[in-house]
């Protein structure tokens, strides 16, 4: 079985301020990771993943997320909050040999107050 | 390219109704997922096609719901006697993998139900 909890289902940051997103998930095989956004009205797009090669992760629109097996964590950060940041994003986790259907968290809706 | 889209955007229908939900994944794209996204309850599988093979029911929550995918291409998911507690955001994603746990989905921008 496979799953996932994001901590805090809201986080607020000012402009320019540092973003974290956390994300702990639990697994019996090794995981594959994800973060989604997923912007008002709209359908969820990739940010980044991890499929076992680099353990520091990049994705788009200035976001990394480090895959720490000892913590069971995955987290996302962003140095520099911008307005347009402001979504919800969802962690996911899918193992090999598992499920090849992702698990999804509850999502954490991202607020960037000016 | 053309995402995946979905239609309707919004459905209200009444209580006891059937509705038809439709999906039109990335053009060769082989496998496609129905979700179900709750306020606050993050995205809850429904079913899984992969090619010509039989599709991964597991997630559908009742006998009231089914789906069914033509021609390896467009979705119908469709919801029978519709309760109050299907109100919910209906979510479609295609991949183009063969279903491997790496795969990125791409989703569409959903069909918000309401059952009065």
């Known amino acids: 079985a496979q799953s996932v909890t994001q901590l805090g289902s809201h986080v607020s940051v000012s402009e320019g301020a540092l973003v974290l997103l956390r994300c702990n998930y639990s697994?019996?095989?090794?995981?594959?990771l994800f973060w989604y956004v997923q912007y008002p009205n709209q359908g969820l797009q990739l940010l980044l993943k991890y499929t076992s090669a680099a353990t520091l992760v990049k994705g788009i629109n200035g976001f990394e997320a480090e895959f720490k097996k000892s913590e069971t964590s995955f987290h996302l950060t962003k140095p520099s909050a911008h307005m347009s940041d402001a979504a919800e994003y969802f962690c996911a986790v899918s193992s090999a040999g598992g499920s090849y259907i992702p698990t999804f968290g509850r999502g954490t809706s991202l607020i960037v107050h000016p | 390219g053309a995402g995946v889209s979905q239609s309707p955007s919004n459905k209200v229908t009444e209580k006891g109704k059937d509705v038809e939900l439709r999906c039109d994944p990335i053009?060769?794209?082989?496998?496609l997922y129905w979700y179900r996204q709750s306020l606050g309850q993050g995205l809850e599988f429904l079913i899984y096609f992969q090619g010509n093979s039989a599709p991964d029911k597991s997630g559908l929550p009742s006998d009231r719901f089914s789906a069914e995918r033509t021609g390896g291409s467009v979705s119908t998911l469709t919801i029978q006697r519709t309760q109050q507690e299907d109100s919910a955001v209906y979510l479609c994603?295609?991949?183009?993998?063969?279903?491997?746990?790496?795969?990125?989905?791409?989703f569409g921008p959903g069909t918000r139900l309401t059952v009065l």
């Open positions: 697994s019996s095989v090794p995981p594959y």
């Open positions: 053009s060769g794209h082989t496998a």
């Open positions: 994603a295609s991949s183009g993998d063969r279903g491997s746990p790496t795969d990125t989905q791409y």
